[in-house]
């Protein structure tokens, strides 16, 4: 099951530890089955392993910077358009296709 997936997640509750305007600030009413906010993000971080790479303060900036329309959720769409211009973005910087460039062993 992916992560918008609403049997994966508990019941939406405005978060008690959210900072006004910071990530995960959405309204209840904003929200929808579509759209996750920063606490699931962050325990889905966690659930994966990759809590230790990505800190309290480093995953709240990702999470604002994948949130293009800043309304303090995310949504599929979001991350899919986010996830394209880092791959272009990779392109560019590696200047060969981002497949090949994801693929190729590190040295």
Do not use: H
Not at 5 to 27: D, E
Not at 42 to 60: I, T
């Amino acid at each position: 099951m992916g992560l918008f997936s609403s049997i994966k997640r508990a019941a939406r509750k405005p978060s008690s530890k959210a900072k006004p305007g910071g990530p995960g600030t959405a309204s209840i009413e904003t929200l929808t089955q579509d759209t996750i906010t920063f606490d699931d993000f962050k325990a889905e971080v966690a659930a994966c392993g990759l809590d230790a790479d990505w800190g309290g303060a480093r995953l709240e900036k990702l999470f604002a910077l994948l949130d293009l329309d800043g309304n303090g959720a995310l949504d599929v769409d979001e991350l899919k358009r986010a996830a394209r211009q880092l791959y272009t973005l990779l392109e560019a910087l590696e200047d060969v296709p981002a497949k090949q460039a994801l693929s190729a062993p590190r040295s």
